[in-house]
């Protein structure tokens, strides 16, 4: 059965292009989805619109896929967890957690089936993509603690900044007594 594809279809086509497909999968999926009518000399005329649709709503959805993927992958999650002498959690870390951090983060409707390809089950750093597009898969930091080691950035940044005031109180101390 050939088709003409009214929309782009994933891991089929884009839209204004015929293709060859199974009957059942045309008569049973794209055509009620209105995804694509039957290709006949009428709809054919119809194709060069529906290309040029297509063609300026791709561009639209690569300008936003690119202004996410840069966002993205500027993110670093942290997640607390316990675990055991090895590193090796007593649990997991799901993609569901992962993507509802994530867009909240991001404040996005990133669908959690397209983040990550499996649980995070050891301590450390851990590179997650996420699948926006064949073309666009960006990819962001997970950290994993434990529960039982403190947290070492946050201190440390802390105590850098108690430093900081510390040495700035002096120096504005210092001044006084001198001009007195």
Do not use: C
């Not at 690119?66 to 500027?74: D, V």
């Not at 210092?174 to 001009?179: C, F, I, M, Q």
């Amino acid at each position: 059965m050939k088709v003409l594809l009214k929309q782009d279809v994933d891991n089929l086509g884009y839209a204004g292009e015929v293709y060859k497909v199974a009957p059942g999968y045309g008569r049973n999926y794209l055509i009620p989805q209105g995804l694509a009518v039957k290709a006949s000399p009428n709809t054919l005329k119809q194709a060069e619109a529906w290309r040029k649709r297509a063609e300026a709503r791709r561009a639209e959805i690569h300008a936003e896929y690119k202004a996410l993927a840069a966002k993205i992958e500027e993110v670093t999650l942290t997640f607390i967890a316990r675990a055991g002498e090895t590193g090796k959690l007593y649990g997991s870390i799901t993609t569901a957690q992962i993507a509802d951090d994530l867009n909240a983060a991001l404040g996005t409707e990133i669908d959690r089936r397209k983040v990550g390809f499996e649980q995070l089950r050891q301590l450390g750093e851990h590179k997650v993509p996420v699948r926006l597009s064949a073309e666009f898969q960006p990819e962001f930091s997970v950290v994993i603690e434990s529960e039982d080691m403190p947290a070492t950035a946050a201190p440390v940044v802390e105590v850098e900044v108690e430093e900081s005031e510390a040495t700035e109180a002096t120096t504005e101390e210092e001044p006084t007594p001198e001009a007195e």
